[in-house]
């Protein structure tokens, strides 16, 4: 079997959650190579990693390939967000203690180090379906290549081609959010969850990058408002812990973060030289209900 069919074949079990993005109708798996949709005839291919590209017209992503590797890295090296990954599965956990099958929609998923994180804390106890999402072609290119038994789709958050209804639980980490669509996708019964960044999250990296400016600090009560206008607040926890990177992790910091687009190359450098650096994961993690 190629590995195209083998990767139709996989699609095919979860076939109903699809739909399609241009006219809505659902569809089906083609010839072991595409996924169609009943209504038009609309086709997306299954790339020979397993993914599918959903979207009908270039969008433009600032993530690139050497962002989601060095995140990849960190969480490889430095388990560098392990105690929130279990922090987001004991959540989870208890409030679907019940179900034996869980279905997770990763909205911004990147390079799925997140999901499959989460799913595996998860998948000692319950059957989980993993599916991830991310406009950037270089993160789902990377999550397919490297993790399997997950769907992986490059897709848009405000256009996601899913059936209305169809998951547990859908996650948003550091990334943005379309609540309209996350209404649409949720089951009656399901979960929401966001992570946002704290005050403190990487502020060492920030007091040195942005010594002299306003970005030295920031506040999530924006992100927690428009939360709280779209969902049921069930929960809000805040969490902080701190990692040491050697000279090597503190280089993935920078290629993974944002924050260093925007910093003088002095200032980065400044960062870059140290040997060793202490770094905050402060993060308040949301969940939210219908
Ligand atoms: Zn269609």
Redesign the pocket.
């Known amino acids: 079997m190629s590995n195209i069919k083998k990767h139709a074949a996989y699609m095919n079990q979860f076939v109903s959650l699809f739909r399609?993005?241009?006219?809505?109708?659902s569809?089906k798996v083609t010839s072991w190579k595409s996924l169609v949709?009943f209504?038009?005839?609309?086709t997306f291919d299954i790339s020979r990693h397993g993914y599918v590209n959903f979207l009908t017209k270039p969008v433009k992503s600032s993530y690139r390939a050497g962002l989601f590797e060095a995140r990849s890295r960190l969480m490889a090296e430095y388990h560098f967000f392990a105690p929130l990954h279990q922090a987001l599965a004991d959540l989870i956990s208890d409030r679907k203690s019940e179900k034996e099958t869980l279905t997770i929609l990763d909205c911004g998923c990147g390079e799925g180090t997140h999901l499959k994180a989460v799913c595996e804390l998860l998948q000692e106890k319950k059957t989980v379906h993993g599916i991830g999402i991310d406009i950037a072609k270089d993160g789902i290119l990377r999550a397919a290549k490297n993790i399997g038994g997950k769907l992986w789709a490059v897709a848009d958050v405000a256009n996601a081609p899913f059936q209305d209804r169809q998951f547990d639980v859908i996650l948003s980490i550091f990334s943005p959010s379309n609540y309209a669509e996350f209404h649409r996708l949720l089951k009656k019964d399901g979960l929401v969850i966001k992570v946002v960044p704290q005050k403190d999250y990487l502020t060492e990296l920030r007091q040195v990058l942005y010594a002299d400016s306003e970005r030295r600090t920031y506040s999530n009560t924006p992100a927690i408002e428009r939360f709280t206008t779209h969902f049921q607040l069930d929960h809000l926890m805040r969490m902080r812990y701190t990692k040491t990177l050697h000279q090597q992790g503190v280089e993935w910091l920078l290629n993974m973060t944002p924050l260093a687009w925007s910093a003088s190359a002095e200032n980065i450098n400044q960062f870059r030289e140290m040997k060793s650096a202490q770094l905050t994961v402060d993060v308040d993690i949301l969940i939210g209900t219908k």
């Open positions: 399609c993005p241009i006219c809505d109708s569809m949709c209504k038009s005839g609309h």
